[in-house]
């Protein structure tokens, strides 16, 4: 029997009921764990200290988090913690950002915003900061419209992914970026919570073709 691989990397998620990471921003994470092969382990508790206080932020620490065990470096948040592992792991390199890539994540949050506002998730987590009854949320007709509203710009948003489709599957052709791994983590977080959002979204061109690219990616979420 092989030696397993001792970890490299704590990552810090939230714990979840299903025993499964539904984060968006710690799936991207997760997924460049997984496609460059590096060894970690994830865990559900970190205790605040020198290293997550010295982040100018509300609170001392957040997901996603990871320490570099070999270093004992702590980084927080997708962004900073895609460009250590960039510059810490660079085999196989990663393009994090493009110019293809910014225009295409600046319009599927504006075009898909609205839409996911009506998902599972929110009804149960967000009625204060909406600022209506749950009720409000749960009209079936409403969430038809909603979805109805940003198809266009869902399929615009599709139609740039596949901007290199001649090349492969992702954004940039034959090999993932940085955009490729936010697009699959928001698809499989919306699987996660709910899987009708999931659906409607694969449905339109380009996205599923990402997410199905990066199935192999998907098996450890723990």
């Known amino acids: 029997m092989a030696a397993q691989t001792e970890p490299e990397i704590v990552l810090y998620d939230v714990a979840c009921i299903k025993n499964n990471c539904f984060s968006p921003t710690v799936w991207r994470v997760r997924l460049i764990l997984n496609y460059k092969h590096i060894p970690y382990r994830t865990?559900?508790?970190?205790?605040?200290?020198?290293?997550?206080?010295?982040?100018?932020?509300?609170?001392?620490?957040?997901?996603?988090?990871?320490?570099?065990?070999?270093?004992?470096?702590?980084?927080?948040?997708?962004?900073?913690?895609?460009?250590?592992?960039?510059?810490?792991?660079?085999?196989?390199?990663?393009?994090?950002?493009?110019?293809?890539?910014?225009?295409?994540?600046?319009?599927?949050?504006?075009?898909?915003?609205?839409?996911?506002r009506m998902s599972e998730y929110f009804r149960r987590t967000c009625e204060a900061e909406l600022g209506h009854r749950l009720e409000d949320l749960l009209d079936p007709e409403k969430e038809e419209q909603a979805w109805d509203a940003v198809g266009e710009g869902m399929r615009a948003v599709g139609e740039l992914m596949r901007t290199h489709k001649a090349e492969g599957p992702f954004v940039l052709g034959a090999r993932p970026s940085g955009t490729d791994f936010w697009i699959a983590a928001s698809l499989q977080s919306a699987r996660v919570v709910d899987e009708g959002v999931f659906q409607r979204n694969v449905k339109f061109p380009g996205y599923k073709e990402v997410y199905e690219a990066y199935l192999p990616y998907l098996e450890k979420k723990d």
């Open 43 to 116: 865990s559900a508790g970190l205790i605040p200290g020198e290293s997550a206080s010295k982040y100018k932020y509300k609170y001392q620490y957040t997901v996603p988090t990871i320490q570099h065990i070999p270093t004992n470096t702590y980084v927080m948040n997708s962004a900073p913690i895609a460009q250590f592992l960039e510059s810490t792991y660079s085999d196989p390199p990663v393009p994090l950002t493009s110019e293809l890539g910014r225009e295409i994540e600046a319009k599927a949050r504006a075009a898909a915003g609205p839409a996911f």
